[in-house]
C-alpha cells in the first residue's frame, strides 16, 4: 500500500492534467487507468500518457447516449444532456472494461467529461488496494488478455461487477489513509458525486449503505421515517428550530416561555440596568512655557 501522501500527489497531479486535457484541449482521454499514469523517480513527476483513444468534447454543454452492441465501443450519438460530451456522435467510447465508469456500459449512458473521472477514481483505489478493480489477485499487468485464471476467475460476478467501486480489503482501513479514503469517493461514485446509494463499503463519506431511502437528504440518519425531513432528529419535521421544545418558537435559544416575544434574547421585555463603574482621572496640571 502506498503512503498517503504520494497517493494524494498522484491524485493531484492526474486531476490537473485531466483538468487540462477537459478544459484546454476539449479532450475526453478516455482510458484512464493505473497503466496509463507515469511515475517518474520517487514522485518527483507524475504524468498521464497514452491519449490514442481519446475523444473530442462539445464546447457547449450538450450530453451524449452511449448505445452500442460491442462490449468494449459505444456508439455515442448526441442527445440534450448535462455536460460536455463527445462532438462526433460516429466515435467510439473504448476504455478498459474493469476501469470503465457506468455510463459506457449501460446503453443510454452519457459519454462526458466526467466518464474519465471515475476511472480515475478507480486508479487512487488501486493504490491503496493494490489489486486491478474486480480482478483480486489478477496480474498486475492490466492490459493482459487473460484476466485471471480460469478455474478461479467467475465471469458472471466479473461482468456484474463492471461500473462500481468494489470494497476496500481490510488492511487498506489503516487510519493513516482516512484523507485518501475521503476523496476516492468523489470521483468513484456517481454522476453527480453524492456516492453509490447501494455502495456496500461502509467507509463511503458520502453515503449511508444502512439507509433505506437512497434519495433521504439526512442519510446519516438511517431510522428517519421522513425521507424529506430536515430534521431528522426533530418529531415535528416542520419545526425549524429543532433544538427548541416548543415547535412554534421562532427562536430556539428564547428563555421566555412565550414564543410570541418580540424581543426573545429579553425573556422580561425590558432592558436590565448594567452598572458602569466610573473611574476618576486625576488632573495633570499644565506647564506653561516661558
Not at 79 to 90: E, M, N, Q, R
Not at 110 to 138: C, K, N, Q, Y
Not at 231 to 258: G, I, K, R, S, T
Request: with cysteine; glycine share 6%.
Amino acid at each position: 500500500m502506498f503512503p498517503a501522501a504520494q497517493i494524494l500527489h498522484v491524485a493531484l497531479s492526474v486531476a490537473r492534467a485531466l483538468q487540462y486535457l477537459h478544459t484546454e484541449q476539449r479532450l475526453l482521454h478516455g482510458d484512464v487507468k493505473s497503466p496509463n499514469v507515469v511515475v517518474r523517480g520517487d514522485f518527483q513527476d507524475v504524468k498521464i500518457c497514452d491519449v490514442g483513444v481519446s475523444l473530442p468534447l462539445d464546447h457547449n454543454m450538450q450530453g451524449g447516449d452511449s448505445a452500442g452492441d460491442s462490449q468494449n465501443s459505444r456508439q455515442i450519438p448526441k442527445i440534450p444532456g448535462k455536460f460536455p460530451t463527445v462532438s462526433d456522435p460516429d466515435l467510439c467510447y473504448v476504455g478498459t472494461e474493469p476501469w470503465s465508469p457506468p455510463e459506457a456500459l449501460e446503453p443510454g449512458g452519457i459519454i462526458s467529461d466526467r466518464s474519465d473521472i471515475f476511472p480515475f477514481g478507480l486508479t487512487l483505489w488501486e493504490m491503496l488496494a493494490l489489486s486491478v478493480p474486480h480482478l483480486p489477485g489478477a496480474a498486475e499487468d492490466s492490459d493482459s488478455e487473460d484476466p485471471g485464471s480460469e478455474d478461479s476467475f467467475d465471469e458472471d460476478s466479473y461482468l456484474a461487477a463492471l461500473g462500481s467501486r468494489p470494497p476496500l480489503p481490510p488492511e487498506a482501513l489503516d487510519p493513516s489513509q482516512d484523507s485518501v479514503r475521503e476523496l476516492i469517493p468523489r470521483a468513484s461514485g456517481t454522476r453527480d458525486g453524492t456516492g453509490d446509494p447501494n455502495d456496500n463499503d461502509p467507509n463511503d463519506p458520502n453515503c449511508n449503505p444502512n439507509d433505506p431511502d437512497p434519495n433521504d437528504p439526512n442519510p446519516d440518519d438511517p431510522n428517519d421515517p421522513d425521507p424529506n425531513d430536515p430534521n431528522p432528529n426533530d418529531p415535528d419535521p416542520n419545526d425549524p428550530n429543532p433544538d427548541d421544545p416548543d415547535p412554534d418558537d421562532p427562536d430556539p435559544n428564547d428563555p421566555d416561555p412565550d414564543p410570541n416575544n418580540p424581543n426573545p434574547d429579553d425573556p422580561n421585555d425590558q432592558i436590565p440596568m448594567i452598572p458602569i463603574p466610573i473611574i476618576q482621572i486625576p488632573m495633570i496640571p499644565m506647564i506653561k512655557s516661558q
